[in-house]
């Protein structure tokens, strides 16, 4: 993973653990946020909202996949790469 | 009844609440905002911001669905959206078979006064009763969701909100009302488009349970078709008004006497419509050792909307006499009602 994905993941991760109350180590980097039972339909809004003000990027309805956001590892090159505007 | 539960020293929140911590003084975590990640008051400014774009745009025949329960809120809801917004409103009411008959009476009053167009829906008794039973003896939700809610509510209310969204679609209904208060909801979902295809990720486990237990009804009640979705070119957004008012609850239930609506007598402390909700209240608390409505009365506490001992008294309110008749209309069995730790109905007249 490049390095503007590692940071987007420690920011992701940090408003996780804040926001839905788990430990950063009870995260599993590679399964989904909703699977793990760490987010609901809320959360999801929840971290669509801080994705698009805390890190600047525009999420569209058509993102909410699975290859998008079916992990944090997922979204952190998902938001990397729309931030560089390759998707 | 005394309160026997330890709880924080400002708020309601009891010390078997999810990742609660207490400091020296008694001061649990949530009220010295250890565990809020984004400003509430940034979310409501931005909030309003967004509302007053929504407004620009107005629709035939109707503005927006509101979910109307007939509890004190979602009828504040409603006048709202009448008298201040000026909305076009289509009022819709689910009938789960336990609002109470003051509730019911309480809806045809206030959808007449303030001249809006209503409809009620009631799903099969059978279908529901069989949700219910799932959602009290198994565990079809996420822990995280029954933070805010118990389970029966959460059935009820995902069952509320994906019928509000079908009749938005069929009436072209840009907006989607309901009466929620921070506490009940996130700050940020104050506004959210109800892109259902959106959801449908967080939804597909539980509803996968819940069809596990109860049958492919599910998807008929909970589902909307792919057929149906296709032909979608805007969804609809969600809005909760009541979040963005600073109001206290003798002020809502001053306001709301106003049309003529009256304290249903026969519904515990955090209900003014359903029946059900002591039992799901009874369920959630033994099972998870809290009151579902911690959270959202805690929040109205720190808010100063409410005082503590106001709170707590709501929370202890439940008439567990009643749970008699409601596993009796739930169609419990015995062996359900020990599970549920339920009073034994045996010999009962």
Same mark, same amino acid.
């Given at each position: 993973?490049?390095?503007?994905?590692?940071?987007?993941?420690?920011?992701?991760?940090?408003?996780?653990?804040?926001?839905?109350?788990?430990?950063?180590?009870?995260?599993?980097?590679?399964?989904?946020?909703?699977?793990?039972?760490?987010?609901?339909?809320?959360?999801?809004?929840?971290?669509?909202?801080?994705?698009?003000?805390?890190?600047?990027?525009?999420?569209?309805?058509?993102?909410?996949?699975?290859?998008?956001?079916?992990?944090?590892?997922?979204?952190?090159?998902?938001?990397?790469?729309?931030?560089?505007?390759?998707? | 009844?005394?309160?026997?539960?330890?709880?924080?020293?400002?708020?309601?929140?009891?010390?078997?609440?999810?990742?609660?911590?207490?400091?020296?003084?008694?001061?649990?975590?949530?009220?010295?905002?250890?565990?809020?990640?984004?400003?509430?008051?940034?979310?409501?400014?931005?909030?309003?911001?967004?509302?007053?774009?929504? !407004?620009? *745009?107005?629709?035939?025949?109707?503005?927006?669905?509101?979910?109307?329960?007939?509890?004190? %809120?979602?009828?504040?809801?409603?006048?709202?959206?009448?008298?201040?917004?000026?909305?076009?409103?289509?009022?819709?009411?689910?009938?789960?078979?336990?609002?109470?008959?003051?509730?019911?009476?309480?809806?045809?009053? $206030?959808?007449?006064?303030?001249?809006?167009?209503?409809?009620?829906?009631?799903?099969?008794?059978?279908?529901?009763?069989?949700?219910?039973?799932?959602?009290?003896?198994?565990?079809?939700?996420?822990? *995280?969701?029954?933070?805010?809610?118990?389970?029966?509510?959460?059935?009820? #209310?995902?069952?509320? =909100?994906?019928?509000?969204?079908?009749?938005?679609?069929?009436?072209?209904?840009?907006?989607? !009302?309901?009466?929620?208060?921070?506490?009940?909801?996130?700050?940020?979902? #104050?506004?959210?488009?109800?892109?259902?295809?959106?959801?449908?990720?967080?939804?597909?486990?539980?509803?996968?349970?819940?069809?596990?237990?109860?049958?492919?009804? $599910?998807?008929?009640?909970?589902?909307?078709? %792919?057929?149906?979705? %296709?032909? $979608?070119?805007?969804?609809?957004?969600?809005?909760?008004?009541?979040?963005?008012?600073?109001?206290?609850?003798?002020?809502?239930?001053?306001?709301?006497?106003?049309?003529?609506?009256?304290?249903?007598?026969?519904?515990?402390?955090?209900?003014?419509?359903?029946?059900?909700?002591?039992?799901?209240?009874?369920?959630? *608390?033994?099972?998870?050792?809290?009151?579902?409505?911690?959270?959202?009365?805690?929040? !109205? #506490?720190?808010?100063?909307?409410?005082?503590?001992?106001?709170?707590?008294?709501?929370?202890?309110?439940?008439?567990?006499? =009643?749970?008699?008749?409601?596993?009796?209309?739930?169609?419990?069995?015995?062996?359900?009602? $020990?599970?549920?730790?339920?009073?034994?109905?045996? =010999?009962?007249?």
């Amino acid at each position: 993973m490049e390095s503007e994905a590692l940071r987007i993941r420690a920011l992701l991760l940090g408003f996780v653990t804040r926001s839905f109350n788990v430990a950063e180590s009870d995260v599993k980097l590679d399964e989904s946020l909703i699977d793990q039972g760490v987010i609901d339909s809320f959360g999801l809004v929840e971290l669509t909202v801080f994705i698009e003000k805390e890190l600047g990027v525009t999420i569209r309805e058509s993102d909410m996949t699975r290859q998008a956001f079916g992990s944090v590892n997922k979204m952190a090159i998902f938001i990397a790469a729309r931030a560089r505007g390759e998707r | 009844m005394t309160d026997a539960v330890t709880r924080c020293a400002r708020c309601a929140l009891s010390a078997a609440f999810p990742s609660i911590e207490f400091d020296e003084h008694g001061v649990c975590s949530f009220c010295r905002d250890k565990m809020m990640a984004t400003s509430e008051q940034s979310a409501i400014d931005r909030a309003k911001e967004q509302l007053t774009g929504l !407004l620009g *745009q107005r629709s035939r025949p109707y503005d927006a669905i509101m979910c109307n329960s007939g509890g004190k %809120d979602s009828t504040y809801t409603l006048k709202l959206a009448v008298e201040k917004y000026g909305l076009r409103v289509l009022s819709f009411t689910m009938d789960n078979g336990f609002i109470s008959p003051t509730a019911r009476k309480n809806i045809e009053i $206030v959808v007449d006064t303030l001249g809006v167009d209503h409809l009620t829906v009631r799903p099969s008794s059978r279908f529901y009763r069989r949700v219910i039973k799932a959602t009290a003896l198994l565990p079809i939700y996420q822990e *995280q969701t029954l933070r805010r809610i118990s389970a029966g509510c959460n059935a009820c #209310i995902s069952l509320v =909100n994906t019928t509000a969204l079908k009749l938005a679609l069929e009436k072209s209904a840009p907006l989607i !009302l309901a009466g929620f208060t921070l506490g009940q909801i996130p700050a940020n979902a #104050i506004i959210y488009r109800n892109h259902f295809r959106f959801f449908e990720e967080s939804r597909k486990d539980s509803l996968d349970r819940l069809r596990a237990a109860v049958g492919d009804e $599910v998807d008929d009640y909970y589902g909307i078709s %792919d057929a149906a979705l %296709d032909r $979608v070119e805007s969804y609809p957004f969600n809005v909760n008004l009541l979040c963005l008012e600073e109001v206290t609850e003798d002020q809502i239930v001053a306001e709301v006497e106003k049309l003529g609506w009256r304290r249903p007598a026969d519904v515990d402390g955090c209900s003014s419509n359903c029946q059900l909700n002591t039992f799901n209240n009874f369920v959630h *608390q033994r099972k998870y050792g809290y009151s579902p409505y911690e959270l959202e009365l805690s929040h !109205l #506490i720190r808010k100063g909307l409410m005082t503590r001992s106001e709170a707590i008294a709501k929370i202890e309110d439940q008439p567990v006499e =009643n749970l008699r008749f409601l596993a009796r209309k739930l169609e419990l069995s015995a062996q359900e009602r $020990v599970q549920l730790g339920l009073p034994d109905l045996e =010999n009962e007249p």
